[in-house]
């Protein structure tokens, strides 16, 4: 993990975000866990070390067993069918793996994966379950906003 090279290394990781999608490494003890993997040893400063790596990983907020993009593929359909992309995205029937849900809207859509992907975040940070699966990444933003009075 990133997270533990950069406590390796001694780097300050104060100013550092490390965002995960939300699916995988959820609690703080699985992110101990799989930091520890990384980080093994038993000098004094261990416990610290991986107390720090994990202090600079946030996550969106998932429901349990839901993947990031089926969620997000969620919100597309609760949204008005104002725009194209939301009528193509209702139009999907059904994907091998809950992760394909965006590539397929992409690939259905015809335009480039970036333009697609910026429509999409454009469109659900609309929807009412938005701020709850940003809140995290938002508050860590805020934050540091403030306390380096930007």
Not at 36 to 47: A, P, Y
Not at 99 to 107: F, I, N
């Amino acid at each position: 993990m990133v997270a533990s090279s950069l406590v390796l290394k001694g780097e300050k990781c104060n100013n550092i975000l490390i965002i995960l999608d939300g699916d995988k490494y959820v609690t703080k003890e699985e992110k101990e866990k799989a930091i520890k993997k990384i980080l093994s040893g038993t000098e004094r400063e261990h416990d610290d070390r991986v107390l720090d790596a994990v202090s600079v990983i946030k996550e969106f907020a998932l429901p349990d067993g839901i993947s990031p993009e089926e969620f997000i593929y969620g919100m597309l359909l609760e949204m008005e069918e104002n725009s194209e992309l939301v009528r193509t995205a209702k139009k999907l029937k059904a994907v091998s793996n809950t992760h394909q849900w965006l590539d397929r809207l992409v690939e259905r859509m015809g335009h480039s994966e970036e333009l697609v992907l910026n429509d999409i975040i454009g469109i659900v940070a609309e929807n009412s379950r938005w701020e709850n699966y940003i809140q995290a990444v938002h508050q860590w933003m805020k934050n540091k906003r403030e306390e380096l009075k930007l």
